[in-house]
């Protein structure tokens, strides 16, 4: 569905991706994990558009998308829940949601919204708060919510688990995996919270320094000594 070929990008003189190969089929749920500063941000940011990548390719369904910008990609069926969540904090749910839905199929948007609420039930509690007065948990399930109200084939997904405490986690977790269940979403994350990742993916690549240096499935990875003691023994 996705594929990522001989990436390289740049923030001016340093190469923050250095040829990275990666591989997503429809219907996965793909982990990507790496240290602080390996370059995993900057890895759905390329696929976005922002920043493009200087060399290599990026195709979606043998479509090339490289240098297409970011809301094209969102009509093709790509969306995604970036970093931080960038929520409009001034803005109530309910209008967040509909933010989200701007580019899906006319008259979709009560199902959707229905989709969204069932998934997560706090969303429809706070339907009328406004979105920065809500907790970190509450602000990621909304950046989620909002990423799937453009109804994609293809969620990327930036540090979901980034600052929350672990039931909170266990739950932005559980929905993933509900969501690629019920509605065969493809799943693409990136997390630091390796354990978790790689538990709920089919498959995952660890990245090093711009470059991916290890896949398999994510019971092969987390059974892997070498991830284990860099990324799940105390770390
Ligand atoms: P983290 O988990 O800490 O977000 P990451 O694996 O997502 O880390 P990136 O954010 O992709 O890593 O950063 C990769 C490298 O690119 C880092 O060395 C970082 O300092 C650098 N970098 C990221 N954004 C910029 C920018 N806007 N300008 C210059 N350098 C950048």
């Known amino acids: 569905m996705l594929k990522v070929s001989g990436v390289h990008t740049f923030y001016g003189a340093i190469e923050a991706l250095k040829g990275v190969d990666i591989e997503i089929g429809a219907g996965e749920i793909v982990s990507l994990i790496g240290a602080n500063g390996a370059g995993k941000s900057t890895l759905l940011m390329t696929i976005c558009g922002s920043p493009r990548a200087r060399m290599g390719r990026i195709t979606f369904e043998g479509q090339d998308i ?3 910008p970011t809301y094209e990609l969102v009509r093709l069926g790509i969306a995604q829940s970036p ?3 960038r929520i409009f904090p001034r803005m109530s749910v309910l209008e967040n949601l509909q933010m989200g839905s701007i580019t899906a199929k006319p008259g979709s948007f009560a199902n959707e919204l229905e989709r969204v609420l069932t998934l997560f039930p706090r969303l429809k509690e706070r339907i009328s708060q406004r979105a920065g007065t809500m907790s970190g948990g509450e602000q990621q399930m ?7 109200m453009s109804q994609p084939r293809l969620l990327l997904l ?3 688990s980034l600052g929350l405490a672990p039931l909170v986690v266990k739950q932005i977790f559980q929905a993933v995996k509900d969501i690629n ?3 065969k979403m493809t799943v693409f994350m990136v997390e630091q919270n390796a354990f978790h990742a790689l538990k709920l993916a089919h498959r995952g690549y660890v990245m090093v320094n711009g470059k991916v240096t290890m896949s398999g499935t994510g019971a092969e990875l987390l059974a892997n000594e070498e991830v284990r003691s860099a990324y799940l023994e105390g770390g």
Request: charged fraction near 35%; charge should be negative.
């Open 66 to 68: 490289t240098q297409m």
């Open 83 to 85: 970093e931080g969540r």
């Open 142 to 148: 909304l950046a989620i919510g909002r990423a799937l």
């Open 158 to 160: 930036d540090e979901p």
């Open 181 to 183: 269940r019920e509605q």
